[in-house]
């Protein structure tokens, strides 16, 4: 069996290399026929004119520029209808290349998910898979082949709107999401039906952003950005990435765009990627804004020469490329090689045999209604749902309660649990194709339960002539539970915030339905960590809901009412106040760290407020209680070549089945440089009925002891280190040291 399988192993790889010089001898026999401006056309990017995701630019020519092959990709043009109507304009061209159809479906298609911070949240690496895996079945029996999708930046900085696309503020984690987004998007093999290419955004470094100001500048040492913020990126590439999107910021007095550290020595070069790097909105051009370029055309070269092989929506390529080849201040290999790398997935999503065969109406017809998806999104949703508190077992409500008093904002809204980068398809009715809140709660209580509603007040403004009715309500209910937050464009692209206090009077109706005295259940919908400290001290059960998407409503009401135990763990800091920011929990040490949250005086630490955050990185709270007992090491010296086997007890010692989110963190005591004072290294997401127990694994080999040192070489150090295994990074329920010795 062991002969056959190899030899077939041979024979599939023969067939691919063969099939893949075919497609690499397809795109050279076609490059030979192309013009100079049919190439630049290739590297071309519009948008579509049904919505616009950036500054836009009127082009009256758009469509004759299609004919004349002069286009090779558009975004925001979706549908089947239209996709088709855009690529017959490009079939009427000289040589009939298709266009690639390029869109942001960030967490869903028509079937919303969560947001990316929200799914986080959920630590679940399969259901995050399945996330986009859905979402790529959408989007592609829409017409759409690319989505610019997996956001990987990560964001230690709550105040950069733009936290709510990714996967929060560690490598390790969001290095495992980035991997599991990815093959979501494009399935098994990009050509079939139902994958879509992935762009693995923004390169690089974006979320470093300073003041956490979108498009800031961002400068950091080569190591930190090797250590904290490229992982992620590479993980993506290890999974077979198709397409890269560079990032709007400058990066140590480079933009991105024109970086060719970045996208020729690391990405090209060291990487070896073999996709297409595509420019983030207008950024070719916005280097005159930089002070890179200065004008146009010197973007222009600045760009190509640096690696970013299309143009979205700058023109820069368009007006000056063929002008710079003519000068020799460009090689047509440049401009050849950028070529290539976009025929090659043309091929390989078989556009070439085909032009329409993702733009398919009876497929989508199927596709976009498949019960299955929302099926999906519910998990999703449900597993993505922090619980901050629970006091007095204040959770799970009863669904027998006699009334239940439903109040503020977010309650009967709609779109605001879609979040920010939902897709819009104009034929679909969002009020009957969401699930709210109060639906929600309406599908679940018993018809002996009477819900009663008021707003309480707007998300914003300071108009508190509500808070009456909401107080009379409340005052006539056995719990109240309020839904309070940011609207869903309050966090996203340039949607960076100051002030993270929960927006308006929504804390000030808090406390007076707090007053009432009655027992109240706070629900935060947000795209990113928003600061309530009243909220957290002086009410009894606290839950972030994030913006959960299509079947939100049902996914709150499944936590709320015990028919699912939630198992979210928080995927970045929450800071007390926006003074601390930026604020991570893998940070140093320094040479005065505060004994704990209260001290003061020579310490690291602020006189006016404690030294802790409000609530840290891999934090969420369970309806049951997880025992962690009888650690065990295979030993507490280990060499390079050699590992340790860790292993301990997980018992469910509650009075409900329930999920846990095991975390090893590893400390390495001293080194060449100085090191965080704990790193996540390693996760499970353990099930277990109630008393039962299991045997939770972890191997901890030399790649978890590694770190960059200041030569930046990847290694380990002899040294000291300590696990500790924890229910979040501040947490520890296991502790143990062990030595790497040369
Ligand atoms: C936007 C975003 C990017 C998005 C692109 C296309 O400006 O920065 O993430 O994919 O433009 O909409």
């Known amino acids: 069996m062991k002969r056959i399988t190899t030899m ?4 599939v790889s023969l067939f691919a290399t063969a099939q893949q010089e075919t497609i690499d001898q397809k795109v050279n026999t076609l490059l030979k026929k192309m013009t100079i401006e049919e190439k630049i056309g290739q590297l071309n990017q519009y948008t579509g004119d049904n919505s616009a995701t950036g500054p836009i630019t009127i082009n009256p020519n758009k469509q004759a520029e299609i004919k004349g092959g002069l286009v090779g990709s558009m975004l925001n043009v979706i549908g089947t209808t239209y996709t088709r109507k855009y690529q017959e304009l490009a079939m009427q061209s000289r040589l009939k290349i298709p266009m690639l159809f390029g869109q942001d479906v960030i967490h869903g298609y028509k079937t919303t998910f969560p947001i990316p911070l929200a799914e986080a949240a959920s630590w679940d690496l399969q259901a995050i898979e399945l996330a986009a895996r859905v979402a790529a079945t959408e989007a592609s029996a829409s017409g759409i082949h690319w989505t ?9 900085d709550p105040r950069w709107g733009r936290v709510m696309e990714g996967a929060g503020e560690d490598t390790y984690l969001g290095s495992k999401i980035a991997y599991a987004r990815v093959k979501g998007f494009q399935g098994s093999k990009l050509g079939d039906l ?3 290419m992935a762009c693995v955004k923004h390169f690089a470094a974006y979320g470093a952003a300073t003041g956490g100001r979108d498009y800031n500048s961002v400068d950091m040492s080569e190591r930190m950005l090797f250590e904290t913020y490229l992982p ?21 007095g480079i933009p991105a765009t024109g970086n060719v550290y970045l996208q020729r020595d690391i990405l090209k070069g060291k990487w070896n990627f073999q996709g297409f790097v595509v420019s983030d909105w207008g950024s070719i051009g916005e280097m005159v804004a930089h002070g890179y370029a200065k004008d146009n055309k010197q973007a222009a070269l600045a760009a190509i020469t640096a690696g970013s ?33 976009i025929l090659r997935k043309k091929f390989e999503l078989g556009l070439f045999d085909d032009p329409y065969r993702y733009s398919d109406a009876k497929r989508a017809e199927k596709a976009l209604n498949d019960p299955e998806n929302r099926v999906a999104a519910r998990e999703m949703a449900k597993k993505s749902i922090v619980l901050l508190k629970n006091e007095n077992e204040t959770l799970p409500l009863s669904k027998n309660l006699k009334t239940i008093a439903f109040i503020g904002p977010m309650v009967k809204e709609y779109k605001a649990n ?9 034929e679909v009715d969002y009020n009957k194709w969401i699930v709210s809140q109060w639906d929600g709660f309406q599908n679940k209580v018993g018809k002996n339960t009477k819900l009663l509603y008021a707003k309480g007040c707007e998300v914003e403004g300071d108009n508190k002539s509500g808070f009456a009715e909401a107080v009379a309500i409340a005052q006539q209910a056995d719990v109240v539970v309020l839904s309070i937050g940011e609207r869903h464009d309050m ?7 100051s002030d993270l206090h929960l927006p308006g009077v929504q804390e000030d109706l808090v406390k007076a339905i707090a007053a009432t005295g009655k027992p109240v259940v706070v629900l935060i919908n947000a795209g990113r960590p928003l600061i309530f400290n009243w909220t957290a001290d002086n009410v009894p059960a606290v839950v972030y809901t994030w913006w959960l998407g299509t079947e939100a409503g049902n996914a709150i009401a499944d936590v709320l009412f015990g028919d699912y135990n939630p198992s979210g763990k928080l995927p970045m800091t929450f800071p007390r106040e926006v003074g601390q920011v930026p604020i991570y929990y893998n940070h140093f040490s320094t040479g005065r760290p505060p004994a704990d949250e209260n001290a003061k005086g020579y310490v690291s630490s602020y006189i006016d407020l404690k030294n802790s955050p409000k609530f840290p990185f891999g934090y969420g709270l369970s309806y049951t209680k997880f025992n962690y007992s009888g650690l065990k090491l295979s030993s507490v010296k280990m060499k390079r070549d050699e590992a340790i086997k860790v292993s301990f007890q997980l018992s469910n010692v509650g009075k409900v089945a329930g999920e846990e989110v095991v975390q090893l963190y590893l400390k390495d005591k001293f080194g060449s440089v100085v090191r965080p004072v704990l790193e996540l290294k390693d996760f499970q997401k353990v099930k277990l009925n109630v008393g039962e127990s299991k045997t939770i694994e972890f191997t901890i080999d030399k790649e978890k002891l590694s770190f960059y040192n200041n030569k930046l070489e990847w290694g380990p150090e002899a040294g000291d280190f300590e696990l500790m295994i924890g229910t979040s990074s501040a947490d520890s329920k296991l502790k143990s040291d062990f030595e790497l010795v040369d």
Do not use: C, H, Q
């Open 194 to 196: 139902n994958s879509v």
């Open 418 to 426: 879609m979040g920010f980068w939902a897709v819009e398809l104009p």
């Open 148 to 156: 610019f999708a997996p956001m990987v930046d990560i964001g230690r």
């Open 232 to 252: 992620p990126f590479k993980a993506a590439l290890d999974a077979g990435a198709a397409t890269f999107m560079n990032s709007f910021n400058d990066l140590n």
């Open 309 to 341: 092989d299309m143009d979205m929506e700058s023109n820069a390529y368009r007006y000056n490329l063929a002008d710079l080849v003519k000068e020799n201040k460009v090689s047509i290999d440049l401009i050849d090689d950028a070529v290539r790398r």
């Open 8 to 11: 077939t192993l041979l024979m």
């Open 491 to 497: 966090s996203g692209e340039a949607k960076s915030r």
